[in-house]
């Protein structure tokens, strides 16, 4: 029997109706845990963040985790000094590495490799990165925040890569051709028209890679150590990091309950800003996807 | 003059700036290759000890030197597995959703919340889920809060690969299906769905691998117990990346090489994971 197709009402537009239906649920669970999360945080961390504002931000964490008081300031120095150490070291190699695969491994079998090794080396977990370090580094050289930084810049190499080749996929092959017909070297044609032009999608990828090793704590573990007063040195002592203290707090006191809220919202405000400025950045675009 | 400068000067530097690319990209291979070399060597102490009772044994004990991690390999696979039935569909539906259903000026909020979603620290799921969702929903510490905030947490990494995957179909399928007669979902279940079958399930294996990996929104909330081999999923439990996190501060030297040797482990599943799941989604891309 041949269905009525032009009908209104039938059970097959019902059923599009009701998945499509489906597909908006699945969009409302998705933003649950989301405004959950953020209301606890503001809600919560809110109050021990801005109280005697701006003491939260610029006094030591207090010796003693049942004290009353505010605090984290070294915190907020050791997630900076580590995440920017970790940012130094993981772009410029990771953008170097990509310029290799596109520019010029491209599908040579040693490019291939290195490109499925990298994909491969995006799901490494992160506590494996941090046992690593500990291994290579930390048992050598003691506690530090570059140790830190050098887990953070595993984790964050792979996916620069990623990001970077595929900003590079979008350049045009005629930007290339007219350096080379201007008589520009490969490298020079590379360094000041190829960059260049892909440089916003850099930049975004980059900072969503910030973004994510900045909250990271499991690189952090064994690597950074306990530190509860302000070290700007970076290679030497032991350090601390905003998301290290929220995992090392005891909660049974519910002054380090609240500077554990603290530490959170700074932390999501950190990350969320980083994450929205590389929004903006590729929303700046100049190359059309 | 100036063009014969440029080339005159830059063979060498040419060269050079090659060499330096090819390293950078190396080191990928490096560093993979001395993470597999050094913990392996440091684990070696516990692996010789116990052979494969490391892997067979459940008996996780400091005190009596005897280090068995079935059940953490048990509590890493169960909570992963949870957390992937959970985040599947939710993932399914949304990227659908954004990419089928959602008007154009939709899209990009929605990516945007997809975004960041998969920035919030896992130390904030992780005290979230201890503060608020165990203590509020009387889920306890246990395999099944673990799962949820896993699945919490690997839902924006799905979705957004399964969204790229999704957004490869030719619109020409697509509006030859609509053509037809066909209804929206119709027309997903007919040309979405079997375009992108492969790279969904490389999306969902990376999650998978993710959620398996994932350490420190499980130590909080799994509860730390040990020798847990349950199905019952509101038992509190244990992962391999929270023993690690968890018990790392107090242990002695042959305890840290059982938690090296448990980190040597948990490479090895996610690596044989990820390498299904690239190989997966590379093979589904060159279609």
């Given at each position: 029997m041949i269905p009525d197709l032009r009908a209104k009402h039938t059970w097959r537009s019902r059923k599009s109706t009701l998945m499509t239906a489906l597909m908006i649920a699945a969009v409302v669970v998705l933003a649950i845990p989301l405004i959950a999360v953020l209301y606890s945080v503001i809600s919560r961390g809110a109050g021990s963040a801005l109280s005697g504002f701006p003491d939260f931000f610029t006094k030591e964490i207090p010796a003693i985790s049942r004290r009353e008081g505010p605090g984290m300031g070294p915190a907020i120095l050791g997630t900076l000094l580590v995440t920017g150490a970790a940012t130094l070291i993981a772009v410029p190699l990771g953008v170097l590495g990509a310029v290799y695969l596109h520019e010029y491994g491209a599908s040579s079998r040693f490019a291939r490799t290195v490109r499925f090794m990298a994909m491969v080396m995006t799901g490494v977990p992160s506590i494996v990165m941090g046992l690593f370090v500990y291994v290579m580094w930390?048992?050598?050289f003691g506690y530090s925040a570059f140790g830190g930084a050098l887990?953070?810049?595993?984790?964050?190499?792979p996916v620069v890569i990623g990001s970077t080749e595929q900003m590079l996929r979008l350049v045009p092959t005629q930007l290339r051709e007219a350096a080379y017909a201007l008589g520009a070297s490969k490298s020079r044609t590379i360094i000041t028209v190829v960059l260049p032009a892909a440089l916003p999608g850099i930049v975004s990828g980059a900072l969503l890679a910030v973004a994510r090793a900045a909250g990271e704590t499991a690189p952090l573990l064994f690597a950074v150590g306990a530190a509860k007063a302000f070290n700007a040195h970076l290679f030497t002592e032991a350090n601390t990091?905003?998301?290290?203290?929220?995992?090392?707090?005891d909660l049974a006191f519910p002054a380090a309950e609240g500077r554990a809220w603290g530490a959170a919202l700074t932390l999501v405000a950190l990350t969320f800003l980083m994450t929205i400025t590389a929004r903006v950045f590729t929303s700046r675009l100049a190359l059309k996807r | 003059m100036q063009l014969f400068e440029l080339r005159g000067r830059s063979h060498h530097a040419d060269t050079a700036?090659?060499?330096?690319t090819i390293i950078a990209a190396t080191l990928v291979l490096v560093i993979l290759g001395l993470v597999a070399a050094s913990m392996t060597q440091r684990a070696l102490p516990v692996l010789q000890k116990m052979g494969p009772e490391f892997l067979t044994s459940s008996k996780w004990s400091a005190a009596?030197?005897?280090?068995?991690?079935?059940?953490?390999?048990?509590?890493t696979l169960y909570t992963a597995l949870i957390a992937l039935v959970l985040a599947v569909p939710v993932s399914l539906g949304v990227a659908l959703f954004i990419t089928q259903v959602?008007?154009?000026?939709?899209?990009?909020p929605m990516i945007y919340l997809i975004d960041l979603c998969a920035v919030v620290p896992s130390v904030v799921w992780g005290l979230w889920g201890v503060l608020v969702l165990s203590q509020h929903f009387g889920l306890g510490r246990s395999f099944a809060t673990a799962g949820v905030i896993l699945a919490v947490?690997?839902?924006?990494?799905?979705?957004?690969?399964?969204?790229?995957?999704?957004e490869t179909t030719p619109t020409t399928d697509k509006e030859a299906a609509i053509a037809l007669g066909a209804t929206r979902w119709e027309m997903i279940t007919a040309t979405v769905l079997p375009h992108s079958k492969g790279g969904l399930v490389g999306a969902v294996m990376?999650?998978?691998?993710?959620?398996?990996?994932?350490?420190?929104a499980a130590a909080l909330v799994i509860g730390s117990a040990l020798g847990q081999l349950t199905v019952n999923p509101f038992a509190s439990g244990n992962s391999m990346p929270a023993v690690i996190a968890n018990e790392w501060g107090e242990a002695d030297d042959l305890h840290k090489s059982a938690l090296i040797a448990l980190a040597v482990a948990l490479f090895v599943l996610t690596i044989i994971v990820n390498l299904i799941a690239t190989w997966i989604v590379q093979r589904g891309r060159r279609t």
């Open positions: 930390t048992m050598r887990g953070l810049a595993c984790l964050m190499l990091a905003l998301s290290l203290q929220i995992f090392n707090s | 700036f090659r060499w330096t009596e030197d005897h280090y068995g991690a079935l059940a953490f390999i048990f509590g959602a008007p154009r000026w939709l899209k990009r947490m690997i839902t924006p990494i799905i979705t957004s690969l399964a969204r790229e995957v999704i990376l999650g998978l691998g993710r959620a398996m990996g994932e350490t420190i």
